[in-house]
């Protein structure tokens, strides 16, 4: 008897083309994906950035800075990392610049993006910290539509398989990037078998991540940039297993990806902040004269704090300062700063005012024992002279 070969029953289809033509302009699905990800994420984070007391419109500052930071230090961790295909034998340097053909390192990108926002932070008097938690959720749905340029691109693909939802690939033209090599008849061509699509298992992955950080921010109440250590434990520890089933070329090291590697690394390194790092979520209120505080744009990963605040601040303040949950509610409620704390040459004011205080009162309280020491001797000599007086007369030279 013999068995007939096993076919798969469905299978998911690749575009043949990435690229369209608007006149001269072309419209590359890749940067489509990576614009409306930026979009997703600007809109979480202005909406939890809002909620913790920024005011409206601060994502766009903080955007300038870190989005094109993002996009060099993504393109620079993937050409360093992959030198050969830029600076080999057979290599092209003018490549490096051609993002719109993929490569992207998410390192780069992360690492990029967070010294652009820790410069614009700085210029807007926001803490680091609120910013990156702010971001937590919004960084991994923006890589998860940005993901979809993958598959435009019909790129990052894993081995072969028989699954229902394995992945037709096209061959590529060299010559004509972002559409397939067509044969004779004008048909794409296709890869043999199907592929499993790593790029949509890391899309649903990191979708996974955010449901995640914003369920166990509003449980655990996390601050200090732990809810962005969150972010970045789930999806390391994600693409930590999704990058062992990619095929497609890459650096190894010890006959392991390098991404493997990395992605190890950068697990620990954020398990250690989450665990080492302590401290209440943080608020802010502007520093200066009291402004109406600002709208809170409805982020369900926070307690609602906007019942009765007052009308939204229209022109950012000049900085902000930290306060408490219970503080920033009362503001909300009432548009009152809270007090703020003694700064240090206050404090050393207000002791050395204390120990004036307690020496003028060590001296009224001697200047009390004397006013005694002297009642008594006067009482001491009027007993005495009445005693005399009964005897003999007081000797005047005495």
């Given at each position: 008897?013999?068995?007939?070969?096993?076919?798969?029953?469905?299978?998911?289809?690749?575009?043949?083309?990435?690229?369209?033509?608007?006149?001269?302009?072309?419209i590359?699905?890749?940067?489509?994906?990576?614009?409306?990800?930026?979009?997703?994420?600007?809109?979480?984070?202005?909406?939890?950035?809002?909620?913790?007391?920024?005011?409206?419109g601060?994502?766009?500052?903080?955007?300038?800075?870190?989005?094109?930071?993002?996009?060099?230090?993504?393109?620079?961790?993937?050409?360093?990392?992959?030198?050969?295909?830029?600076?080999?034998?057979?290599?092209?340097?003018?490549?490096a610049?051609?993002?719109?053909?993929?490569?992207?390192?998410?390192?780069?990108?992360?690492?990029?993006?967070?010294?652009?926002?820790?410069?614009?932070?700085?210029?807007?008097?926001?803490?680091?910290?609120?910013?990156?938690?702010?971001?937590?959720?919004?960084?991994?749905?923006?890589?998860?539509?940005g993901?979809?340029?993958?598959?435009?691109?019909?790129?990052?693909?894993?081995?072969?398989?028989?699954?229902?939802?394995?992945l037709?690939?096209?061959?590529?033209?060299?010559?004509?990037?972002?559409?397939?090599?067509?044969?004779?008849?004008?048909?794409?061509?296709?890869?043999?078998?199907?592929?499993?699509?790593?790029f949509?298992?890391?899309?649903?992955?990191?979708?996974?991540?955010?449901?995640?950080?914003?369920?166990?921010?509003?449980?655990?109440?996390?601050?200090?940039?732990?809810?962005?250590?969150?972010?970045?434990?789930?999806?390391?520890?994600?693409?930590?297993?999704?990058?062992?089933?990619?095929?497609?070329?890459?650096?190894?090291?010890?006959?392991?990806?390098?991404?493997?590697?990395?992605?190890?690394?950068?697990?620990?390194?954020?398990?250690?902040?989450?665990?080492?790092?302590?401290?209440?979520?943080?608020?802010?209120?502007?520093?200066?004269?009291?402004?109406?505080?600002?709208?809170?744009?409805?982020?369900?990963?926070?307690?609602?704090?906007?019942?009765?605040?007052?009308?939204?601040?229209?022109?950012?303040?000049?900085?902000?300062?930290?306060?408490?949950?219970?503080?920033?509610?009362?503001?909300?409620?009432?548009?009152?700063?809270?007090?703020?704390?003694?700064?240090?040459?206050?404090?050393?004011?207000?002791?050395?005012?204390?120990?004036?205080?307690?020496?003028?009162?060590a001296?009224?309280?001697d200047?009390?024992?004397?006013?005694?020491?002297?009642?008594?001797?006067?009482?001491?000599?009027?007993?005495?002279?009445?005693?005399?007086?009964?005897?003999?007369?007081?000797?005047?030279?005495?």
């Amino acid at each position: 008897m013999t068995l007939a070969p096993m076919t798969p029953l469905a299978a998911m289809p690749s575009p043949s083309t990435a690229v369209w033509q608007l006149g001269p302009v072309p419209i590359r699905a890749y940067a489509l994906c990576i614009i409306v990800g930026i979009v997703v994420a600007c809109v979480v984070t202005e909406y939890r950035l809002r909620r913790r007391g920024v005011a409206p419109g601060a994502v766009l500052d903080i955007a300038v800075w870190a989005v094109p930071a993002g996009i060099i230090g993504a393109r620079l961790y993937h050409v360093i990392t992959s030198p050969e295909k830029y600076f080999g034998a057979d290599g092209q340097p003018l490549k490096a610049f051609a993002i719109w053909e993929g490569g992207l390192g998410i390192w780069g990108a992360v690492a990029g993006g967070a010294v652009g926002a820790w410069l614009a932070a700085r210029q807007l008097g926001i803490p680091l910290s609120v910013v990156a938690d702010a971001l937590a959720p919004g960084m991994p749905l923006a890589q998860a539509v940005g993901r979809l340029g993958n598959w435009f691109n019909n790129e990052l693909y894993g081995g072969r398989t028989s699954l229902p939802w394995g992945l037709e690939v096209h061959v590529m033209d060299p010559d004509n990037p972002g559409r397939a090599l067509r044969d004779d008849a004008g048909n794409p061509v296709l890869q043999p078998g199907l592929y499993h699509p790593t790029f949509l298992y890391e899309a649903l992955w990191n979708v996974g991540v955010a449901a995640l950080v914003l369920v166990l921010d509003r449980k655990l109440r996390l601050g200090k940039g732990r809810a962005f250590a969150l972010y970045v434990m789930g999806y390391t520890a994600g693409r930590f297993w999704i990058e062992l089933m990619r095929t497609d070329e890459a650096n190894h090291i010890l006959g392991v990806r390098l991404n493997v590697w990395t992605a190890a690394l950068v697990f620990l390194g954020a398990l250690a902040y989450f665990v080492r790092v302590r401290g209440p979520r943080e608020y802010l209120v502007p520093i200066g004269e009291p402004t109406a505080p600002a709208t809170p744009g409805g982020d369900v990963s926070q307690v609602d704090l906007a019942a009765g605040e007052p009308a939204a601040a229209t022109v950012a303040p000049e900085g902000y300062r930290v306060v408490t949950e219970d503080q920033f509610r009362a503001y909300r409620e009432t548009g009152a700063l809270p007090p703020t704390e003694p700064t240090a040459p206050d404090a050393d004011r207000a002791d050395d005012a204390d120990r004036a205080d307690d020496a003028d009162r060590a001296d009224d309280a001697d200047r009390a024992d004397d006013a005694d020491r002297a009642d008594d001797a006067d009482r001491a000599d009027a007993d005495a002279g009445r005693a005399d007086g009964g005897g003999r007369p007081a000797d005047r030279d005495s």
